[in-house]
């Protein structure tokens, strides 16, 4: 047991060193590779939770390292890569490229909150981080994938578009939004029912939209742009399922 104890830390380590592997690419101005390294910090991610369920290898310790790992790989890394990519591309005033920075504290913020609030082991309250980095970093490699297509002119000549798309992001960090964890389910009655049309809107919504965008993304440019839309896709409608869930379930908790 002395050495398989270590085996989810040793996991989420793994993540924080392709959070810092992205930002170094993301710095050399390699914002796919950059995304690549972030979609290997999530799945490094899931695994280390699932590594300490099946080999009950809990400890307080993994829990702030994991937060650690996922404010670099998460927080700085989809950030960062906004960063570079607006500083590019960007023809308004340079002061707003510096606004995709603004999601590193919010994204600290909200991870603190995680750890310290014990009512959140069967859902979430606020967009997960990972989440917002899927949402921000896809965005990010859209616009250098992207870069003669009609998407990129609205991402990169809109003065408005960045700074909307990291408020969003932001807002709904540091919100107590209930957010669907597809991982548990609660034991509270009133919580399953949401976490249950939480999750049907979810699963029906989700893989459409992200196969649609797949499909036409491929078509056109290839595997690694599809799969930029197809991550784009997949969490901007995580985030509306959950909105238009607790729309619904704010109604209903008035009505009665």
């Given at each position: 047991?002395?050495?398989?104890?270590?085996?989810?830390?040793?996991?989420?380590?793994?993540?924080?060193?392709?959070?810092?592997?992205?930002?170094?690419?993301?710095?050399?101005?390699?914002?796919?590779?950059?995304?690549?390294?972030?979609?290997?910090?999530?799945?490094?991610?899931?695994?280390?939770?699932?590594?300490?369920?099946?080999?009950?290898?809990?400890?307080?310790?993994?829990?702030?390292?994991?937060?650690?790992?996922?404010l670099v790989s998460f927080g700085v890394l989809p950030s960062f890569m906004l960063f570079i990519k607006m500083q590019e591309t960007f023809m308004g005033p340079l002061f707003v490229t510096y606004i995709p920075l603004l999601a590193v504290?919010?994204?600290?913020?909200?991870?603190?909150?995680?750890?310290?609030?014990?009512?959140?082991?069967?859902?979430?309250?606020?967009?997960?981080?990972?989440?917002?980095?899927?949402?921000?970093?896809?965005?990010a490699t859209i616009m250098e994938l992207f870069e003669l297509g009609w998407i990129h002119n609205i991402m990169a000549g809109s003065f408005l578009a960045m700074p909307i798309v990291v408020y969003i992001a932001c807002r709904l960090m540091?919100?107590?939004?209930?957010?669907?964890?597809?991982?548990?389910?609660?034991?509270?009655?009133?919580?399953?029912?949401?976490?249950?049309?939480?999750?049907?809107?979810?699963?029906?919504?989700?893989?459409?939209?992200?196969?649609?965008?797949?499909?036409?993304?491929?078509?056109?440019?290839?595997?690694?742009?599809?799969?930029?839309?197809?991550?784009?896709?997949?969490?901007?409608?995580?985030?509306?399922?959950?909105?238009?869930?607790?729309?619904?379930?704010?109604?209903?908790?008035?009505?009665?």
């Amino acid at each position: 047991m002395g050495l398989i104890r270590h085996i989810p830390n040793t996991i989420t380590l793994l993540n924080l060193v392709s959070g810092v592997f992205g930002i170094i690419y993301a710095a050399k101005g390699e914002i796919a590779c950059a995304f690549a390294f972030m979609l290997a910090a999530a799945i490094f991610d899931m695994l280390d939770g699932a590594a300490a369920r099946g080999l009950k290898a809990y400890s307080a310790i993994g829990k702030e390292l994991d937060s650690l790992a996922d404010l670099v790989s998460f927080g700085v890394l989809p950030s960062f890569m906004l960063f570079i990519k607006m500083q590019e591309t960007f023809m308004g005033p340079l002061f707003v490229t510096y606004i995709p920075l603004l999601a590193v504290p919010c994204a600290a913020l909200r991870l603190a909150r995680f750890n310290t609030d014990e009512k959140q082991s069967h859902g979430f309250k606020g967009l997960p981080v990972p989440a917002a980095a899927m949402f921000i970093g896809s965005i990010a490699t859209i616009m250098e994938l992207f870069e003669l297509g009609w998407i990129h002119n609205i991402m990169a000549g809109s003065f408005l578009a960045m700074p909307i798309v990291v408020y969003i992001a932001c807002r709904l960090m540091l919100s107590r939004l209930p957010m669907v964890s597809l991982k548990s389910f609660s034991k509270n009655s009133d919580d399953r029912l949401s976490c249950s049309r939480g999750r049907l809107i979810t699963v029906f919504t989700i893989p459409i939209a992200a196969g649609l965008a797949v499909l036409l993304a491929f078509l056109d440019n290839g595997f690694m742009p599809a799969l930029a839309a197809g991550t784009c896709a997949m969490f901007t409608m995580y985030i509306m399922a959950n909105t238009i869930n607790c729309i619904f379930g704010f109604k209903a908790r008035k009505a009665e």
